[in-house]
């Protein structure tokens, strides 16, 4: 099989780009002029300079294709051209789909997230059917991919054979950028976590997201949404975790919303916009922290097969990586 796969140079592409490969498939990789391609490495398959901002670029690469699974996004909690953002999140997922339409081609992955589901302050777990308007988006980047999950959407309801999947928060290694989850990991390893807020996240491991993503090729249905997740852990426990694996102290103060949010606003200003720089919190990322964000992937274990394991060896892994890469030192200080 023929595969157009987006986003192969990030953290959850170069993972399903693996993934593909061991299974066989002829990958065309999408990558930018400024691509890093040292994660495409010991990957099997050709690349195709263009960009998801500029449809047209991608033309070229759809043709004698047979599917597209389509990884890539613009992932971030603070960006200062939102306008960015939602090109290349909706517009480009857009286009990519219309392109794939004219090319003939038979069957679109595309990578959501679990940030387009709505979740609530009291932990309820939620599933695909929970009901969800785009008000109940926090921020750009949930409101960008919510609204690129519905042209998928729209377009499966058109007759197009779109598969939609939704991961939680993947783990692992080879978070090079790395993610603001892997931000979470690098803080922690260089011991700059002095507390923690009153939130939960559910972690799923990587590698297994990456071979949903395969599993879906053949097994998705069309127009289907998928949760691809792993275990349901307060901030606390995730915390704790990370503790028992680096021999590193786990944080016990909690921050009450309203510190954190003072904080992150300062942080916005003064970091991001005086200084140019990612701040280091966000009010974004506080808003999100105030809802726990559990989920079951029950439709995904019934229909495509994943498996929901014990997220102790994508935590090891991810933190052994950022520490054999430089991100953190190797032992603790």
Same mark, same amino acid.
């Given at each position: ?15 399903? @780009? ?16 400024? $691509? ?22 991608? +033309? *070229? ?6 599917? /597209?699974?389509?990884?890539?996004? !613009?992932?971030?909690?603070?960006? *200062? ?11 480009? =997922? ?16 595309? =990578? ?16 695909? !059917?929970? *009901? ?9 980047? +949930? ?8 042209? @998928?959407? +729209? ?31 690098? !803080? ?5 976590? *002095?507390?923690?807020? !009153? ?14 993503? /395969? @599993?879906?090729? =053949?097994?998705?249905? $069309? ?38 949010? =003072? ?22 990322? /506080?808003?999100?922290?105030? +809802?726990?964000?559990?989920? $079951?992937? @029950? ?11 014990? /997220? ?22």
């Amino acid at each position: 099989m023929k595969i157009f796969l987006t986003g192969a140079t990030g953290f959850v592409g170069h993972h399903v @780009a693996r993934a593909l490969a061991s299974e066989g498939a002829e990958l065309r990789m999408l990558v930018r002029k400024t $691509s890093n391609l040292a994660s495409l490495e010991g990957i099997p398959g050709e690349t195709h300079v263009g960009d998801l901002a500029q449809p047209e670029s991608l +033309k *070229p690469a759809l043709s004698g294709c047979d599917a /597209v699974v389509h990884v890539a996004a !613009d992932y971030r909690l603070w960006i *200062p051209d939102p306008a960015a953002m939602y090109k290349a999140n909706v517009g480009g =997922t857009r286009e990519l789909l219309r392109l794939a339409r004219e090319a003939g081609v038979e069957r679109v992955v595309y =990578t959501s997230s679990v940030a387009t589901m709505h979740f609530r302050t009291d932990g309820v777990v939620i599933n695909e !059917d929970t *009901p969800v308007t785009l008000a109940d988006m926090v921020g750009h980047y +949930k409101r960008s991919k919510f609204l690129a999950e519905q042209e @998928a959407i +729209k377009a499966a309801e058109a007759g197009q054979n779109v598969v939609i999947l939704n991961p939680t928060t993947p783990i692992g290694s080879h978070d090079a950028k790395p993610t603001p989850t892997g931000r979470i990991f690098v !803080d922690f390893l260089n011991s700059r976590f *002095p507390a923690y807020m !009153d939130t939960g996240l559910n972690l799923v491991d990587v590698a297994e997201v990456a071979r949903a993503h /395969v @599993a879906a090729l =053949t097994r998705g249905q $069309s127009g289907h949404r998928y949760i691809l997740g792993g275990e349901n852990l307060t901030f606390k426990q995730i915390l704790d975790k990370m503790a028992e694996i680096t021999g590193l102290p786990s944080p016990t103060m909690k921050i009450p919303f309203a510190v954190a949010a =003072t904080y992150a606003f300062f942080e916005e200003w003064i970091t991001g916009r005086i200084r140019g720089r990612e701040p280091r919190a966000t009010l974004e990322e /506080v808003r999100m922290g105030r +809802k726990k964000m559990y989920a $079951s992937s @029950a439709h995904a274990q019934q229909e495509l097969g994943f498996r929901i394991l014990p /997220v102790n060896p994508a935590m090891r892994a991810a933190i052994e990586w950022f520490r054999a890469n430089g991100y953190a030192p190797q032992t603790p200080a």
